[in-house]
């Protein structure tokens, strides 16, 4: 079964109009509940398939799978069976679910493969081996040059030359729903001579992408941009929670540390490449140009819309950002080539963050650091509540999508709390 864009594709499963799992995405994720262990399953509506149950009643059983891989506490065995059979479960999955095909719908174990979501505890859907950052947003890198360094001259001279990344902390990298606590550190006014320590005063969100690895490489070999997709088997939503203030402090010479690593939150549903084919769009030109092995044959941008949205303690939530990852120079194709242009081999489940995604207009600011320019303008809230950062009680949302002739891909939600520093 195929999704290409000339196929309407109809379901018997119930789906809202404005669901982000529906027919066309089919998103991987690791789950239980209070009577299933954690498990493998595909989001579907308000529903997941249990692909275990799927498997035991043998709708797998031409694919020949190692016995037990759906009853995983992580997607990464799976993804290391190769895309070419992640692709047939997703698809065998799709031809289940149509309309048309009695096999599930009309089958005794249904009951027992379709278990509800607001059932289930969503759990992190990889065990991340090592994790990058990137800094691939043209708006968003202006910005920050602009505020902490010559507005004349806001990007650094490497900036357009190549994607700008560092390797950040992938044990502090949590799932949607799990709080954080305000971090602590060092932190430095420059009108006084010596640091002080105690909790972050300009706690700060960062709305991302991230794609995770799904093929190994050997040290010493690269990647090429016209065979990266090969090796990127999903996306996920990316909180890269920051300590303004600490980071200013300590990011010379060698960048973020204590600022970046005391947590990132993931929304828990893993997109896949090929949900997301249909959505790629053009890349922003890039001047000057770029050498030989960051050029791209074709096109490797998406258009995603993205959402932030601010909830004090007892408000609903308001949307302070609404950005697109389409925006981004540097696409995902480059940042895997340049990762590995230098032999740095990568696993499976590895994660690569695309660094805070932020548009031209002052509403599309993808951090608080720039919606309130460092704290200089209050972000105002539908309550009439103000933010500058991020405060102890907010709970920060972010929501990504994608939507072209009628049909929806969507990430669902990555969410946290802040609790007070301990």
């Known amino acids: 079964?195929?999704?290409?864009?000339?196929?309407?594709?109809?379901?018997?499963?119930?789906?809202?109009?404005?669901?982000?799992?529906?027919?066309?995405?089919?998103?991987?994720?690791?789950?239980?509940?209070?009577?299933?262990?954690?498990?493998?399953?595909?989001?579907?509506?308000?529903?997941?398939?249990?692909?275990?149950?799927?498997?035991?009643?043998?709708?797998?059983?031409?694919?020949?799978?190692?016995?037990?891989?759906?009853?995983?506490?992580?997607?990464?065995?799976?993804?290391?069976?190769?895309?070419?059979?992640?692709?047939?479960?997703?698809?065998?999955?799709?031809?289940?679910?149509?309309?048309?095909?009695?096999?599930?719908?009309?089958?005794?174990?249904?009951?027992?493969?379709?278990?509800?979501?607001?059932?289930?505890?969503?759990?992190?859907?990889?065990?991340?081996?090592?994790?990058?950052?990137?800094?691939?947003?043209?708006?968003?890198?202006?910005?920050?040059?602009?505020?902490?360094?010559?507005?004349?001259?806001?990007?650094?001279?490497?900036?357009?030359?190549?994607?700008?990344?560092?390797?950040?902390?992938?044990?502090?990298?949590?799932?949607?729903?799990?709080?954080?606590?305000?971090?602590?550190?060092?932190?430095?006014?420059?009108e006084t001579g010596a640091p002080v320590f105690g909790p972050s005063k300009k706690l700060d969100f960062e709305l991302e992408l991230a794609f995770i690895t799904g093929k190994p490489t050997k040290l010493g070999d690269s990647i090429s941009t016209a065979d990266a997709e090969e090796y990127i088997f999903g996306f996920v939503l990316f909180n890269d929670w920051s300590a303004r203030d600490i980071q200013a402090w300590e990011y010379v010479p060698l960048g973020p540390f204590l600022g970046k690593s005391f947590a990132s939150s993931i929304s828990p549903w893993v997109v896949t490449l090929e949900a997301l084919e249909q959505f790629k769009v053009e890349s922003p030109v890039q001047e000057p140009e770029v050498l030989d092995y960051l050029k791209c044959a074709k096109s490797h941008s998406f258009d995603i819309q993205l959402e932030a949205y601010i909830q004090p303690d007892g408000e609903k939530g308001s949307k302070v950002s609404t950005s697109n990852f389409k925006n981004m120079y540097w696409n995902v194709a480059q940042q895997l080539a340049h990762h590995t242009v230098n032999g740095c081999n990568i696993n499976v489940g590895d994660m690569m963050a695309s660094g805070t995604i932020s548009g031209q207009e002052r509403d599309s600011f993808g951090s608080m650091l720039e919606l309130s320019w460092n704290g200089k303008d209050a972000v105002k809230l539908e309550s009439g509540t103000e933010r500058k950062f991020i405060e102890d009680g907010d709970t920060v949302i972010m929501k990504g999508f994608a939507e072209k002739d009628g049909r929806r891909v969507g990430f669902g939600e990555v969410k946290a709390k802040v609790l007070p520093a301990k």
């Open 1 to 190: 079964m195929s999704d290409s864009p000339t196929n309407t594709l109809i379901t018997w499963v119930e789906v809202s109009k404005n669901s982000d799992f529906t027919i066309y995405n089919l998103p991987f994720g690791v789950f239980q509940n209070k009577r299933l262990s954690p498990r493998i399953g595909i989001a579907i509506g308000d529903k997941i398939v249990d692909l275990s149950i799927l498997d035991q009643e043998g709708f797998f059983s031409d694919m020949f799978l190692p016995e037990g891989v759906f009853l995983s506490e992580s997607l990464n065995e799976l993804i290391a069976l190769g895309k070419v059979i992640t692709k047939k479960i997703r698809e065998r999955v799709q031809e289940l679910l149509l309309a048309d095909n009695e096999k599930l719908r009309d089958n005794s174990s249904r009951g027992k493969v379709m278990v509800n979501r607001k059932e289930a505890t969503m759990l992190m859907p990889v065990k991340i081996g090592d994790y990058t950052d990137f800094y691939s947003s043209m708006e968003h890198a202006t910005n920050v040059g602009k505020m902490f360094r010559d507005p004349e001259n806001a990007l650094l001279p490497n900036w357009k030359h190549l994607p700008v990344g560092y390797h950040g902390r992938a044990s502090s990298i949590i799932p949607s729903g799990v709080p954080i606590t305000r971090p602590k550190g060092q932190t430095k006014d420059p």
